[in-house]
Structure formats: C-alpha cells, structure tokens
C-alpha cells in the first residue's frame, strides 16, 4: 500500500509541476570582461588578478583574451581600453605598447588585447601595468571583470667579477 501511494504522490507531483507556466527572464545585456579576470584570483585587497610575464616574452607580446559576454554582434566590435595610473609603475614606450582599443570579429565572442613588451634588458626588478576595459557606445565593461594587472620581471644584471667574494 505504501508502495502505490508513493507511486500515486510522484505522479500528481509530475503532472501539477508540468503545468506551471515558468517565465524566466531573459538578460539582453551586453559586456566585455578579461578572460584572465574570469579565471584567475584577484591579487589580496584588489578586485582584479596579477600575471607575470618576463620583460623577455616570446615574440615580445603578450595576448589578453577578451570575452563578448552577450549575443554575438553582426559586425566587428572596436572596444577600447585605458591604462589605469593607479597600479601602473611601467611606462609607456619603455616597458610597454598597447594601442588602446582591440577588435571583437563579427560573429564572435571573443577578441585579444596584445600588450608589446619591451626587453629593457637585465636590470632587475618589476614593474607593473594595470590595464581596465572601458567597452564602447553599445557594449559596456564588466563591472567583476574589467580590470588585469601585468607584473612585468626584469631579470637581475649579472655580478660583476670580485664581488661577493
């Protein structure tokens, strides 16, 4: 008996969910975000994550993925970015280039960001460069995912003869 009464409690279960009418909205929202913001954790007491890159990178770029959080767009998407000063001790044409926009392909999700970096060579320590998604006239930037840090190493001079001995 217990057997046909759960049975017969599944059924009605089955049968009364089935006829509600459920509207979920849909979100027609459009955003960008780093790829790298999305994966990595933020540095402690930021919102954003730290890469590290050598200032001796293969081919002297790195290449940011950026996602097209929305429908794909019909036509190619011109999304700029900005250097944020706060964050940033590299400088521009010394330890760095960027253009300051990139494009996302029409029919597409995703776009890259190419940073040159700029081997100056042995002499120690790092700097940093913080860069921040600013969207465009349609497409805004995540609010979570706007924002990366590269901190770019310099490789230490070599020890000049005598010392440390």
Do not use: H
Request: glycine fraction near 10%.
């Amino acid at each position: 008996m217990k057997k046909i009464l759960s049975i017969f409690s599944l059924v009605v279960v089955f049968v009364l969910g089935s006829c509600i009418e459920q509207n979920y909205p849909i979100w027609e929202g459009a955003e960008v975000e780093f790829q790298a913001a999305v994966v990595n954790a933020p540095v402690a007491g930021q919102n954003y994550p730290r890469l590290t890159v050598g200032n001796d990178v293969a081919g002297g770029v790195v290449n940011l993925q950026v996602n097209l959080v929305a429908r794909q767009r019909p036509n190619d998407e011109t999304i700029t970015y900005r250097v944020v000063p706060e964050g940033t001790t590299a400088v521009a044409g010394t330890d760095f280039n960027v253009s300051g926009s990139l494009t996302i392909p029409a029919n597409t999700s995703f776009g890259t960001l190419s940073v040159g970096i700029v081997n100056t060579g042995a002499v120690g320590g790092s700097v940093d460069l913080l860069l921040e998604l600013e969207g465009n006239a349609n497409i805004i930037p995540s609010e979570n995912y706007k924002r990366v840090q590269l901190r770019i190493t310099r490789p230490n001079p070599p020890a000049e003869e005598g010392e440390g001995s």
